[in-house]
Structure formats: C-alpha cells, structure tokens
C-alpha cells in the first residue's frame, strides 16, 4: 500500500486549501487516519483525525477551522483548511492504519504519505 498526499501550497493568510491522502495497491482497507503538521522547528503534532466509521477529532489550535472527510470509494481521505494563518505552515503529513490482506491473514499496518508543504503568507 502507498499513500500520496497532496495538495499543499503557498496561499496568502485567510484562504483555503484542501489537501488529499489516496491510497493505492491492493486487498486493503482504510480504518482510521490522521493528517498530522510539522511547523518548522517543531514535533509532528496531530490535527486532525477520522475512523472508519466517519467520527472525527481535532486539535483544539484548529477546531472550527479544519474539516477531515473520506471517500471509501476512491480510498481517498481530504483535509479542507479553511481561514489559513501563518501558524498552519509546515509539512502536512497523512497516517493510515491498513487492513491488508496477507498470506497469514488479515493484518493491520501504519503507512506514512510523504508529505505536502503548505505555506501561508501574512
């Protein structure tokens, strides 16, 4: 399984981006994700969160701010950012924990995309 996040870019402070983690390979299925920031200078910090069953979590610093959805379909899982500001830049970073079909069975792995800038100019 790869994940490919994308999206990012250089937006100037109030604007929007959405950004977007899509799986691919094969006999797999997304459980929970988390699209995690690393500012620069700091930890990866996780902002916000989604199960398989649709129920989301946030970072308090983004709350109200930040919207986590997913097409199963497309195996697809989206960040829309909303009311950027300065502090939201960094390195967006997408996690999901796979439910792989194996030779042993069903097993569950954690997969990293490679990650996506994201830039707000004050």
């Known amino acids: 399984v790869q994940l490919q996040a994308s999206g990012g870019g250089l937006v100037q402070a109030g604007g929007s981006l959405r950004l977007s983690c899509a799986a691919s390979g094969s006999a797999f299925k997304i459980n929970a994700v988390g699209w995690y920031r690393q500012a620069p200078g700091k930890q990866r910090e996780l902002v916000a969160a989604?199960?398989?069953?649709?129920?989301?979590n946030y970072a308090d610093s983004v709350k109200g701010r930040f919207t986590i959805s997913r097409d199963n379909a497309k195996n697809t899982v989206y960040l829309l950012i909303n009311s950027l500001k300065p502090d939201d830049t960094g390195v967006y970073y997408c996690?999901?924990?796979?439910?792989?079909?194996?030779?042993?069975?069903?097993?569950?792995?954690?997969?990293w995309g490679q990650g996506t800038q994201v830039t707000v100019s004050s």
């Open positions: 989604i199960n398989s069953g649709g129920s989301t």
């Open positions: 996690n999901a924990e796979v439910a792989e079909d194996t030779d042993w069975g069903i097993a569950t792995f954690s997969y």
